[in-house]
């Protein structure tokens, strides 16, 4: 078994939340504290392998990450950090 990571990743930042995401984790409710620390800890969610292997490359190189998630009344929220880890922001996609 591997042991988890103890510590973050990478950085947030400051982060923020889209409207949409918030009422979509209220009306599910679901901790947004949840998703963040999946995200901070290298869990992608539901990314494509593809998508997966850039973002560990861009814990590498200082790029921006992006995480996908579902509620678990199943609406789909991104979390997405900048390159330069300044801020982290969950919207939904449909918000990009």
Known sequence: MI???????????????????LDAL????????????????????????EDAAMNDEALRHGDRVLSAYKTSLGTKLWIITEADRSATTVLLPSEY
């Open 26 to 49: 209220e009306t599910a409710g679901d901790n947004l504290s949840v998703f963040l620390s999946r995200h901070a800890n290298g869990d992608w969610g539901l990314v494509s392998v």
């Open 3 to 21: 042991a988890p990571r103890k510590k973050p990743s990478f950085s947030l930042g400051r982060v923020v939340a889209t409207s949409g995401a």
